[in-house]
């Protein structure tokens, strides 16, 4: 089983449509939680940290579920520049500064 | 300001050959990371440096695998008798401390022949 799944996708949908991507990750003690976007071709960056009570940056929602072991990214309002790979990522703690990431979730926003 | 870079964009090798790979991160950053990434995949964690030290280098695959940080700033990944299994994008990161958030250089991608 990896550390970090993701639904590969990819998820095709309309200018203006909510979309939402799940991860699920195995390690209990894991600490630190993000979402990375990447686009084709480049390199990883940081979209936003995920606080265990929720946080939001404009259209951008993360949601942790300790309980679950559960992530989720919700996008509102999705505009053709959100099209990228979302990347699930972990800091499994313990000392260990490595970031483990998820496969991504492709996302294809259509005109 | 500056971010990570790294040299070369691309390298092209045979296989058996030594490759080395750049990585300049973000001035002050005092701590760097290695991934490597194939296709369809996420970053995989190769090696990280707390200054000059090699503070966890449990992703390394192999013993042809070997990085270095001198200085406690640019790092040189090296990668002796190259397989084609080695084909991949490297990917170096850096962070202001260990525990700050990761920003990530363009990558080298390096084929294997």
């Known amino acids: 089983r990896k550390e970090v799944e993701q639904d590969p996708g990819p998820f095709n949908v309309p200018e203006g449509a909510t979309v939402a991507f799940n991860c699920t990750y195995s390690?209990?003690?894991?600490?630190?939680f993000f979402w990375y976007r990447q686009d084709c071709r480049k390199e990883p960056k940081l979209l936003m940290s995920?606080?265990?009570s929720g946080n939001e940056d404009g259209r951008f929602t993360a949601q942790l579920n300790r309980a679950s072991q559960y992530i989720s990214l919700l996008i509102r309002d999705s505009k053709l520049s959100d099209s990228a790979t979302y990347l699930c990522v972990v800091n499994t703690g313990a000392g260990r500064r490595a970031l483990t990431f998820g496969s991504g979730t492709r996302l294809q926003v259509q005109p | 300001g500056a971010g990570v870079s790294q040299t070369p964009s691309n390298k092209v090798t045979e296989k058996g050959k030594y490759v080395e790979l750049r990585c300049d991160p973000i001035?002050?950053?005092?701590?760097l990371y290695w991934y490597r990434q194939s296709l369809g995949q996420g970053p995989e964690f190769l090696i990280y440096?707390?200054?000059?030290?090699?503070?966890?280098d449990s992703g390394l695959p192999n013993d042809r695998f070997f990085a270095v940080r001198p200085e406690g700033s640019v790092s040189t990944l090296k990668i002796q008798r190259t397989e084609r299994g080695d084909s991949a994008v490297y990917l170096c990161a850096s962070s202001q401390t260990g525990t700050s958030p990761q920003y990530f250089g363009p990558g080298t991608r390096l084929l294997v022949l």
């Open positions: 440096f707390q200054g000059t030290g090699a503070a966890d």
């Open positions: 001035s002050g950053h005092t701590a």
């Open positions: 390690n209990s003690a894991s600490q630190s």
């Open positions: 995920v606080y265990s």
